[in-house]
Every structure is written in C-alpha cells, then in structure tokens.
C-alpha cells in the first residue's frame, strides 16, 4: 500500500513526458496519466487518518490547490478549443485580417461560400497550408462565410460548371460566390492573397442586375446564335455576371426602355437611321452606356457619327506580320518567312484604366480589325482612353513596320499579295495602331448633357472596339476546345466597366520579408502537450509539493 503514491507519482510524470513526445495519434499517454491520478486517489482514501497529521495537510493542502489549478486550466483548455483566437506578432500584422478585410466579413448580410480548386499534386507546397489558415481565419470572423476546398480532377462535375472561370490545371483558383432565387453571383479572385480573396467576396456581394440590350435589325452578330459566329456564349459569361441580356429593335420614334442600361452594338452590316443615332446620342448624354463594336469596312456613316464621343474610326483594316515557316521544308531548315495577316495580337493594354490594367500577360486576338483612335481635339468634356494597340517598331532589320493600318484592304484578296506591294509609307499608318477607346463623358460639361441630380457624379459611357468577332463563340474559343481567357476577360471588364461594378474595392497588403516559423506536425503536437498536459499535471503539482515540504520542515 505505501509504494502506491510514488507508483501513481511515476504513473503521472512518465505519462506527462509521453504525451509531450506524442504526435496526437495514440491514447497511450491519456492511459498512463489517468492510472496514476487513480493510484494517488486510492492512496489518499486509504490513509485519510494520516491526512490529519498537521504536516499531512501541508501537503494535502498544496496537492489540493494544485488539483484546483490544473482544473481551472482543463476548463479554461476545454473552452479555447471551441473559441479559436489567433495572435500575430509581425511587425505589420502581415498574418492577421486586415481591418478593411473585417469590415466586408462583418457587413456580410448573405452567406458566402468560396470555393478553393486546388489541384492535389500542388498541395504539398507550403502556401496550401497559408491558404487554409487564411480561409480558417475568415470563417472565424464571420459565421456567413464558408469555405470548401475541391480537385478539379476529382471533384469533376463541379469543375465542369465552373470551368469558364478556373485557372489552368495546375494553378489554384478561388471562387466567391452568392447563392439567390435566379443564378448565383460568382466573382473569381485574382488571386490566392488576402486583398485578392476580398476584393472577390465584396464584389459579389456589391454586385446587382444590369439590364444590357444588343441592338438588333442591322444585321448584327446574332445574340442567342450557337453558330461559331454567334454571341451564345458572350450571353452565357455576362448572365453568370449576374447582367439580363436582351436583344432590341429600336421602334420607329427611337424609343429606348427605361430599364436600360447598357446599349450593345456588335457588328452591324448596315447604317443606323438618323433617329437611333439621336435616340442613342441622348440616352449616353443622361448617363447610359455604349458599346460599339465596327468591323473592317462597315457602316461608314455610324463610324462617322462616333466622333461626337470623341472617337476617330479609321476606314482601313489593321495588318500584322506573320513570321513562320511557309513548309515542311522550310520548317526542316529553320528559314523563316513574313507574310501579312489580318489576324491582329493586342501587343499592349493601358496599364492604369479600369478595363484593362489587369490584362497586361493576357492574349487577345482580333480577327478583323480597324484602328479606333480618339479625334485630335475632343469636344469639352469628352475624355477618351485609348484601350489596346498594336505592336510597332520595324520588321528585322528591314524598314517594314510589324503592324500598320492598311488604307487598300482589297489588295489582300489578290493572293500575291506581300508586305511591300502592300504598305505605303505615305498613305498608311505604321504601327502601334490603336484598338479600342473608352470614353467617359462629364455630364455637367458636355453640350446636351443631362445630369443625374440624385447621383451627381455619374457619367456617360462609351467603349468603342475596331472589331466584333472576337466577342463570337469561334472568337471566344481557346485552344483544346476550351475558352480564350484574353478575350473572355477583356469582353467582361468592358461590360463591368460601362456597368460601374469594376473596382468596386482596392486592398492592398504589406510585402514583407517572410518571418514566420513553420512547425512540423510532432513540433505542433509537442509544443501543444508541453503546455496543455506537462506544466498542468507536473509543473503545477511539483511547486505545489515543493511548497508543502517546505511548510512541513519548517512548522513541524
């Protein structure tokens, strides 16, 4: 019976010094532990009429307060473990949400979900671990939120549902979305950053029903054709952006419903009459929205009418040269030949404009095109941004240009046709020839222009593209079947942008210099036991005792 209290005094100290080289995985130290608090139990009950020898109650009595001690830490352990609470001791709170990111999930009125594609062969890096703590700390802060973590090879029929918006097979991609009575709302991240998440979660939450109308009777690119020159699938990408796509005929007296927003004009073959260009005109000057889409050629007299915007539509079609081997032969021996084409790569994006300051590694070809540059005096307020040019400079080290604005279009159909029969240095312009122009219009300093009162700072706006087919199901369509990112993107920021919901939050994180420690999950489970199983059951106790022999010496 005497050899009970220092067997369950063992018992107590080999299970604390088990469970502080446990990884978690096995009860062995919970064992051991209990066994030797049942020995000193039993021990105690045995000899209760030696416990009443005052030297006895020293030592009871420090036992006792450390029992209370080690309980008061269970419970305070037990309560932490459904109460995460996370400290970050960066210098900058680099790991910890930052206040406009606490902000978006506090206001959070709907649930949220984000929906994490990350492909397993890249999980074992370490930023899949950040991504998740990151995520763990969002749901933390905001019950509202969720998070599920798919693999687009496993998780397939999800993917497929989302596949217009997944990054490539080995590159994650975040997805925040907003389930209501129609079609979710769904905002891809930029990226796998704090700002980045974010921003999406707050812009599909921000965004609300635009009501964009394709004008109709002109013979333009039809809206609900699958046919590879139709707009099916430019439908299917802005309805996902939560916008109601219908398409118009504009009545005899030129009126345009009250609900529009957005006027889409893609590819017309035949001239607007003078009472759609005047309808049109006066719905951009009371703050609508246009988009003009003119291929190589074509309405003339509407390209005309753009300059009231501040617009200059070239008559030409805009030629890039083509370097690549004319055979097999050719190929075999590495000789190279420049021929021109009519198929146009976007060579540089405006870097600062809403539209296209993310597009900077993007790849955009249109497939026919004429310059769209803005006129050289714009009209008071009037503030035209040229979107997208071609490339420049000289081909080789001839005194060809790589692109130009070819003034004689025909002449490409001859079928002998070079790139020195073509290009006149005097009648054509070398390249960088521009694409696209977006234009914001001042309402309070515009001629006819009509103010909102109730929105003082709305504007008018236009985005004019020297092209329509890249905005086509054949246009839209990317290499293995799948879907041109470029131009994916480039079609929707132009919509989000005439529409007002680009932007709608910029956050951005400290770049620090990485200081954080990354544990092993036995240094996680060791740093864990030491402070949760050793100081309460061996630390606390020990001082508690070392106290008690101290009292008995000096007292007895």
Known sequence: MKQMLPIGIGLIVVGALLALFNSGDTPYPTYTLIAGVALVAVYVLANLREMGKRSTMYGLNALLMSGFMVAILVVIYLIAQNRDKTWDFSATGKYTLD?????????????????????????TGREFELIKSLLDQYTARSGKLTYKVLDPS????????????????????????????????????????????SNAIKKVTHRTSVHAYFLVGHYEKELESENPAGLALLKQFLEEENFTVSPLRLPATGDIPEDAQILALVGPEEELTDVEREAIRRFVLRGGALFVALDPGMCPVTAGWLK????????????????GAGSLED?????????????????????????TKDLGNSSVTLIRARSVGNVP????????????????????????????????????????ATVETLYDSNVDKAGPVALAQAVEIDLDRVADGKPDPANPAKKGKVVVVGDSDFLTISGMSGRGGGVSRGAHDFALNIFNWLAGQVDLITIREAELADTSIIL????????????VVVIPLFFFPAIGIAVGVYRWRRYV
């Open 520 to 531: 092993s999950a036995s240094q996680k489970a060791m740093i864990r036991n030491l402070l």
């Open 308 to 323: 009231d915007f501040g617009v200059q539509v070239g008559e030409n079609t805009v030629i890039q040269m083509e370097v």
């Open 377 to 416: 005096s714009p009209p008071d307020g009037i503030m035209p941004t040229q979107l997208a040019e071609t490339s420049g400079g000289m081909l080789g080290n001839t005194k060809l240009p790589n692109s130009w604005a070819e003034s004689n279009p025909e002449a490409l159909d001859s079928g002998t």
């Open 154 to 197: 496993k998780d397939y029929d999800t993917a497929m549902e989302y596949r217009t918006l997944l990054n490539s097979s080995l590159e994650p991609t975040i997805i925040a979305e907003v389930k209501g009575e129609g079609a979710p709302f769904r905002e891809k991240a930029k990226g796998t950053k704090q700002e980045d998440i």
């Open 99 to 123: 206040p406009q990111t606490a902000s978006i999930l506090d206001s959070l009125e709907s649930p949220v979900e984000l929906l994490v594609f990350y492909p397993t062969p890249i999980r």
């Open 331 to 355: 190929l075999l021996t590495g000789r190279m030949t420049a021929r021109p084409s009519r198929n146009v790569a976007v060579e540089k994006f405006h870097e600062r404009h809403e539209i």
